[in-house]
């Protein structure tokens, strides 16, 4: 698949050891995975708040926004949600080298696509996040009444609806959004964190 030849890692001086000790935290990517309107993003830009207001570097990456942008040209079959998702874990694995807590909210549905990306990072760096609201609570939301259309067939191919949602089998977090508040949600995300010493939240 690599078309590119005749290319040389190029080295640097500075390195991601360096970057995290300058800015006393560990980088990982907490990975939300969950089905449109489970909440990956209002959880994600929470928690990005919260660390920031701790003076720890984080970034969300949000599948919306990034198809604006770098991921214009894909749309929602297999392949190209795949690439999608590859785009995003290299994108995600300059962030941590970068030194940040890297939040990403795709549906990410298949589990070999969210897989290759815990394979190129370092296996603490990889934090699965399955945002686990059950199907009917999300149609219920329809925040941008999608489910309404997949439902009518004016999309085809929605995640939960005619395309599948393949769930984490060993996720690192599980949160469901009908059960459990939003504060709670993100002080579990934070706690982790603490707990793995990934960050130190000062009293
Ligand atoms: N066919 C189909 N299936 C699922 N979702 C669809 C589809 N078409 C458009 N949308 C909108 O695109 C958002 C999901 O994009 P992602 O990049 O996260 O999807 S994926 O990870 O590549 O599966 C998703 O946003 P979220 O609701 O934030 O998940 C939808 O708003
Ligand atoms: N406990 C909760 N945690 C997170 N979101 C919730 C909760 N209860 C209701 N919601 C609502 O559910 C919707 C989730 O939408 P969103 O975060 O865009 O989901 P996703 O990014 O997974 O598509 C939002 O409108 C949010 O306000």
Same mark, same amino acid.
């Given at each position: 698949? @690599?078309?590119?030849?005749?290319? +040389?890692?190029?080295? &640097?001086?500075?390195?991601? @050891?360096?970057?995290?000790?300058?800015?006393?935290?560990?980088?990982?990517?907490?990975?939300? +995975? $969950?089905?449109?309107?489970?909440?990956?993003? +209002?959880? @994600?830009?929470? #928690?990005?708040?919260?660390? !920031?207001?701790?003076?720890?570097?984080?970034? #969300?990456?949000?599948?919306?926004?990034?198809? !604006?942008?770098?991921?214009?040209?894909?749309?929602?079959?297999?392949?190209? =949600? *795949?690439?999608?998702?590859?785009?995003?874990?290299? #994108?995600?694995?300059?962030? #941590?080298?970068? $030194?940040?807590? +890297?939040?990403? *909210? !795709?549906?990410?549905?298949?589990?070999?696509? =969210?897989?290759?990306?815990?394979?190129?990072?370092?296996?603490?760096? !990889?934090?699965?996040?399955?945002?686990?609201?059950?199907?009917?609570?999300?149609?219920? =939301?329809?925040?941008?009444?999608?489910?309404?259309? *997949?439902?009518? $067939?004016?999309?085809?191919?929605? &995640?939960?609806?005619? @395309?599948?949602?393949?769930?984490?089998?060993?996720?690192?977090? &599980?949160?469901?959004?009908?059960?459990?508040?939003?504060? &709670?949600?993100?002080?579990?995300?934070?706690?982790?964190?603490?707990?793995?010493?990934?960050?130190?939240? *000062?009293?």
């Amino acid at each position: 698949m @690599a078309k590119s030849e005749n290319i +040389t890692w190029q080295t &640097t001086k500075i390195d991601k @050891a360096q970057r995290q000790a300058r800015f006393g935290h560990k980088s990982a990517v907490l990975w939300f +995975t $969950g089905l449109s309107g489970s909440g990956k993003s +209002t959880i @994600a830009v929470e #928690v990005e708040k919260y660390l !920031f207001e701790h003076q720890i570097n984080s970034y #969300v990456l949000d599948g919306d926004n990034v198809r !604006f942008g770098l991921n214009s040209n894909l749309g929602f079959s297999a392949e190209d =949600r *795949a690439e999608n998702i590859r785009r995003i874990g290299e #994108v995600s694995k300059l962030f #941590v080298d970068a $030194g940040i807590i +890297t939040l990403t *909210a !795709f549906i990410s549905p298949y589990q070999e696509d =969210r897989e290759r990306v815990r394979k190129i990072l370092d296996p603490d760096e !990889f934090i699965e996040v399955f945002v686990d609201t059950p199907l009917e609570v999300c149609e219920q =939301r329809d925040v941008k009444h999608l489910y309404e259309k *997949a439902r009518r $067939g004016e999309i085809k191919g929605f &995640t939960g609806i005619d @395309a599948p949602y393949e769930a984490p089998e060993h996720p690192e977090i &599980t949160i469901d959004t009908s059960k459990q508040s939003l504060e &709670t949600s993100v002080q579990q995300i934070v706690s982790y964190l603490e707990k793995h010493h990934y960050i130190k939240i *000062a009293d």
